[in-house]
């Protein structure tokens, strides 16, 4: 099923910048598209970006777009999310997961705390 | 954008009940809806594909059903170890969407 490690949270000024990173293994990375999904404290599952296999397709939700920049390195195993001009309101637990069938893989997250 | 209402929202159950969640989109989605389930502090599993296909290692007291607009998370004969909060999510168009999650308490 293999595994994926999220790394890169932390708290960060309204305004500010962070780079989240997901280390993937057990798996053959580069046939899987992946994705970023964040969960906010006490509140929902909200899916952020999608990339496809060989990175070259992403996609965002408006809430993000922009903002937000998903990129990828199949010879690293690795997947990143790029966070600019950070708000209160993106501050949640952010997970890795992998798109198969479903989100068939999932990260144990990495908190994001957007605060001054 | 693809809309998923579940309900109920919550839902207290007594173990070796019989248990079902829906959820409902707001367009047509055939089949391409899954089901999760999360536990207090873990990340979310996988635990029907695609509405009704079953996923290796969950228990066979899961299961699901339905196609288009209306589909159905079925748990019989409920444990306690599946309390939780269940989520759906769709995966038919972009941006992909999940259910606002319906939490089972045990009585």
């Not at chain 2, 707001?26 to 391409?32: A, C, V």
């Not at chain 2, 409920?78 to 599946?82: C, I, M, P, T």
């Given at each position: 099923q293999g595994q994926l490690v999220e790394s890169g949270g932390g708290l960060v000024k309204p305004g500010g910048s962070l780079r989240l990173s997901c280390a993937a293994s057990g798996f053959t990375f580069s046939d899987y598209y992946m994705s970023w999904i964040r969960q906010a404290p006490g509140k929902g599952l909200e899916w952020v970006s999608y990339i496809s296999s060989s990175g070259s397709t992403k996609y965002y939700p408006d809430s993000v777009k922009g903002r937000f920049t998903i990129s990828r390195d199949n010879a690293k195993n690795s997947l990143y999310l790029q966070m600019n001009s950070l708000r209160a309101e993106d501050s949640a637990v952010y997970y890795c997961a992998r798109a198969g069938a479903g989100i068939d893989s999932w990260g144990q997250g990495t908190l994001v705390t957007v605060s001054s | 954008e693809i809309v998923l209402t579940q309900s109920p929202d919550f839902q207290s159950v007594t173990p070796k009940e019989k248990v079902t969640v829906t959820c409902r989109a707001?367009?047509?989605?055939?089949?391409?809806l899954h089901w999760y389930q999360q536990k207090p502090d873990q990340s979310p599993n996988l635990l029907i594909k695609y509405a009704s296909q079953s996923i290796s290692g969950v228990p066979s007291r899961f299961s699901g059903s339905g196609s288009g607009t209306d589909f159905t998370l079925t748990i019989n004969s409920?444990?306690?170890?599946?309390a939780a909060t269940y989520y759906c999510h769709q995966s038919s168009s972009l941006p992909f969407t999940f259910g606002g999650g319906t939490k089972v308490e045990i009585k």
């Open positions: - | 707001s367009q047509h989605i055939g089949s391409s409920l444990e306690a170890e599946d």
